[in-house]
């Protein structure tokens, strides 16, 4: 008995965040109750309240379900252990790349958290999530350059922060730009592309080294 209701309480969640996920979609974060989630999901509200505090724990939640599996791909590509962490790098951002393309439940996050948040509010809880988010790619970027210089895959002085800021930003670029407009480019090959010169780029732009003094 007591599976049985840890397994119904699990579909349950499962159901929630689903049901989060098509009306975070199509009302955006700010128009959306938790009301509407219970009604998208055929639950009264009480049955979203057992399972998530408030909209931005719900949130969290749903962000946090299709992150995971990529979370675990990017702190493996980390590694201090990696032995090849540009190429752990190239791979793991197409890995992210594929499942946004094929993935339904990846897609529909990502347009979620790059279109569909329409947050004014410096102190919003779901706001001050993504910033989080933010400084932690930013981290794990620092981390996997200061391996790859560590075994001589780019420049001693390459500018660890800068090199990262620019990958962040070409990787959040091809993301935010191809669920604005997917027929626009193959996401698929085009990030293949761009990924590749990107790194590249560390091993050879001057601009991106450090300035001496």
């Known amino acids: 008995m007591a599976r049985c209701t840890k397994e119904k309480a699990l579909e349950t969640r499962e ?20 009301a509407d989630v219970a009604a998208a999901a055929g639950l009264t509200r009480g049955a979203i309240y057992w399972h998530f505090t408030n909209k931005a724990d719900l949130f969290e939640a749903m962000c946090q379900r299709v992150r995971q599996p990529m979370q675990t791909v990017i702190e493996a590509t980390a590694d201090i252990n990696t032995s090849d962490p ?15 393309v094929a993935n339904p439940h990846h897609r529909k996050v990502f347009t979620i958290m790059f279109h569909k948040c329409e947050i004014v509010d410096a102190d919003d809880p779901i706001l001050i999530q993504r910033q989080q988010w933010l400084d932690h790619g930013q981290l794990n970027l620092e981390r996997i350059l200061a391996n790859a210089q560590a075994r001589g895959q780019v420049p001693a002085d390459l500018d660890l922060r800068l090199a990262a800021l620019m990958l962040h930003v070409t990787f959040d670029g091809l993301l935010h730009l191809w669920l604005f407009a997917p027929e626009s480019f193959d996401l698929i090959a085009d990030a293949e592309k761009i990924l590749a010169a990107s790194i590249n780029c560390l091993r050879s732009n001057s601009g991106l080294h450090c300035r001496p003094g």
């Open 15 to 34: 159901r929630i965040l689903d049901a989060a996920e098509d009306v975070f979609d199509a009302r955006g974060v700010s128009k959306t109750s938790l």
């Open 86 to 100: 540009l190429g752990q790098l190239h791979a793991a951002g197409m890995y992210v790349m594929r499942q946004t």
